[in-house]
C-alpha cells in the first residue's frame, strides 16, 4: 500500500498500513498484529483490497481520524512534531512576537508622523490675506472666549 501514513511515524511501520481513502473520506487501517491478518498475504503480495469489515482492519472517518490524532497530542501520546501541530506555547510566542513587532513599527510611523506634522506647521498657507486673516480669527476666537469667561464670573 503506498503513500501510507505509518510509514511516517516510527515504530508503526511494522505493525499498520493506513491509507487515506479519498473517495469515501475514510481513514482505514490495517492491523498485521491482528490474529487475522495472519490469513493475509504478505504486505509486498498484497494487491488485493482488505474489505472494510475484514477484522483486521479499522474504517474511520476522516473527522474521527483528525480528532484521534489532536487527542493523542493533547495528552502526550503523540509529539506534535511528528503530525507537524505546533503548540499553543509555540502559536502564543508567534503572536506575541508578531504584536512586538507592529508596536515597533507602530512606534516608528508615530515618530515620523509628528516629523512630518512639525514640518507642515513650518510652511506657511496661502496666501498674505490668508494669513492675516487666520490671525484676525484666533484674535476673535480670544475674544469670545474670555468674554464668555467673563459672563460666567458675573
Known amino acids: 500500500m503506498p503513500n501510507t501514513l505509518?510509514?511516517?511515524m516510527k515504530g508503526f511501520v511494522d505493525r499498520y498500513s493506513i491509507d487515506f481513502d479519498g473517495?469515501?473520506?475514510?481513514?482505514?487501517?490495517?492491523?498485521?498484529?491482528?490474529?487475522?491478518?495472519?490469513?493475509?498475504?504478505?504486505?509486498?503480495q498484497l494487491d488485493?483490497?482488505?474489505p472494510d469489515d475484514h477484522p483486521a482492519m479499522t474504517v474511520l472517518p476522516e473527522l474521527m481520524f483528525a480528532?484521534?490524532?489532536s487527542e493523542a497530542v493533547r495528552i502526550g501520546e503523540l509529539s506534535p512534531s511528528i503530525?507537524?501541530?505546533r503548540s499553543d506555547k509555540v502559536v502564543n510566542e508567534d503572536v506575541i512576537a508578531e504584536v512586538e513587532r507592529l508596536n515597533?513599527?507602530?512606534?516608528v510611523l508615530e515618530a515620523e508622523?509628528?516629523?512630518?506634522?512639525?514640518k507642515l506647521d513650518k510652511i506657511p498657507i496661502g496666501s498674505e490675506g490668508y494669513l492675516l486673516k487666520s490671525k484676525v480669527v484666533d484674535?476673535?476666537?480670544?475674544?469670545?472666549?474670555?468674554?464668555?469667561?467673563?459672563?460666567?464670573i458675573k
Open 113 to 118: 508622523n509628528k516629523n512630518l506634522k512639525e
Open 139 to 152: 484674535a476673535l476666537r480670544g475674544i469670545a472666549i474670555a468674554e464668555d469667561i467673563v459672563n460666567e
Open 23 to 44: 473517495n469515501t473520506k475514510t481513514w482505514r487501517i490495517l492491523d498485521f498484529k491482528h490474529p487475522e491478518a495472519s490469513k493475509l498475504p504478505p504486505l509486498d
Open 6 to 8: 505509518g510509514e511516517d
Open 48 to 50: 488485493i483490497d482488505v
Open 104 to 107: 515597533t513599527e507602530c512606534n
Open 83 to 85: 503530525v507537524g501541530i
Open 67 to 69: 480528532k484521534l490524532i
